[in-house]
């Protein structure tokens, strides 16, 4: 199904030289670097005035290595195919990285600080300064270690309360909101 004839020649490739190719560029990160190129070379159209951060779980529509059932989830997610991967967008919801994908039945918040530095890594990487860059995300992030991990790296996260938290932990959120907002 490439478009082989319109962009080399008429000779049909064998799919496992394309294959061949895919996975060579995929143990080399060309992928990556790819990524990297483009967001570098495209940054002055990214609108960085704040971003998204959110999480995605792989459905498992016919079966396959379903791990379990999350209440909160429509449906089982599959370990063969990743069951969480953490996105970062800008403003305009256009993408800018993605953490590598985790198998099994996690929530948004396992391995949180490894998926979080890639995330911003990627965008360092891409020569995009991260010092100063205010996301949103929802309540499934309100961890610790989630602002920490952001605090690592420069940027403001703006985390939704979760409710299931006790009080006292509102209030210590709210605390440093407010001494955030102090900081010059």
Not at 117 to 137: C, K, M, P, R, S
Not at 145 to 162: D, H, L, W
Request: charged share 25%; aromatic share 8%; proline share 2%.
């Amino acid at each position: 199904m490439l478009p082989v004839e319109s962009l080399f020649s008429e000779r049909v490739l064998h799919y496992k030289t394309v294959f061949g190719h895919y996975r060579k560029w995929c143990k080399q990160n060309a992928w990556k670097a790819c990524w990297i190129n483009l967001l570098s070379g495209n940054k002055s159209k990214l609108d960085l005035s704040s971003g998204d951060i959110d999480g995605s779980h792989t459905i498992a529509l016919k079966g396959g290595e379903q791990t379990a059932y999350q209440g909160r989830k429509k449906r089982k997610t599959t370990a063969a195919t990743a069951a969480n991967s953490l996105y970062l967008t800008d403003r305009q919801g256009l993408p800018l990285s993605m953490s590598e994908p985790v198998a099994g039945n996690h929530n948004d918040l396992y391995e949180i600080k490894t998926s979080t530095y890639e995330l911003f890594d990627v965008l360092e990487e891409a020569d995009i300064a991260t010092e100063g860059l205010f996301i949103n995300a929802d309540a499934g992030f309100d961890a610790e270690s989630f602002r920490q991990a952001c605090q690592e790296k420069g940027v403001i996260a703006n985390v939704a309360i979760n409710k299931r938290n006790s009080q006292q932990k509102h209030e210590h959120v709210l605390e440093k909101i407010y001494i955030m907002k102090d900081i010059p």
